[in-house]
């Protein structure tokens, strides 16, 4: 299975200022994601990262606010933009293995714990 | 639209308790069920996943089932432990409608506390 690693594991930022995460993986891998996890609830997709185009985001997340970048096969990274209050959330990266249908399977990294004062 | 369903919201049961948490979704269509285990303030660590033509995966204490049919799964914990206390995370993977992509669709998520 992949093994991924985020940078950073937490940091507590000030509101307008930015903050750029960085997923590596220890192997080539076609898709990324990045999920939000907000205090209490559950993991939301923010958006799909796919090599060589631009990453595309779910409802209600938008490049402006959360843009992407995924130079290589390894490595991708999240920027949070502008930041208020309501972004405080674990950001978590993750990656697929296998093929749909058969041992598709998707893992996750450590996460980064932002905290917005 | 996939929702996923999780009950309870919270579990406290005392050491060597046998337990069974549940998780439903509303479209069947779904490739396979994954359960997550994820400790206060940290990520996800995989635990068991079922394929969509599969009925069941145990490992060690761990048992899930899949009901496809009537979107549903179970996990099992057999003979529940204090380092079992986490939060179970259930996820379905399927098509993201229109899309070439699939994606993951969590449930709220089981914190369980298991006392000594």
């Known amino acids: 299975s992949a093994v991924i690693s985020q940078k950073p594991s937490r940091d507590i930022c000030q509101r307008g200022t930015s903050l750029t995460i960085q997923c590596q993986v220890d192997s080539q891998v076609t898709m990324m994601f990045w999920y939000r996890q907000q205090p209490g609830q559950s993991l939301t997709l923010i958006a799909t990262?796919?090599?060589?185009?631009?990453?595309?985001?779910e409802s209600g997340f938008v490049i402006d606010k959360f843009p992407i970048s995924r130079p290589n096969l390894t490595f991708s990274t999240l920027t949070v933009s502008n930041m208020s209050p309501e972004d405080s959330s674990i950001y978590l990266c993750s990656v697929e293995e296998g093929a749909r249908g058969l041992n598709y399977e998707q893992y996750f990294g450590p996460g980064t714990r932002l905290t917005v004062t | 639209k996939q929702e996923v369903t999780q009950i309870p919201a919270a579990l406290s049961v005392p050491e060597g308790e046998n337990l069974v948490l549940n998780c439903s979704f509303t479209?069947?269509?779904?490739?396979?069920l994954q359960w997550f285990r994820q400790d206060p303030g940290k990520g996800l660590t995989s635990l068991l996943l079922i394929q969509s033509s599969q009925r069941e995966q145990t490992s060690g204490r761990l048992n899930a089932s899949l009901d496809k049919s009537s979107g549903r799964s179970t996990l099992y914990i057999a003979a529940s432990q204090p380092g079992d206390s986490a939060t179970y995370l259930c996820a379905v993977f399927c098509n993201a409608g229109g899309t070439s992509y699939g994606k993951l669709t969590f449930g709220q998520g089981t914190i369980l506390t298991v006392h000594p």
């Open positions: 990262a796919n090599q060589g185009s631009e990453a595309t985001y």
């Open positions: 479209d069947s269509a779904i490739y396979n």
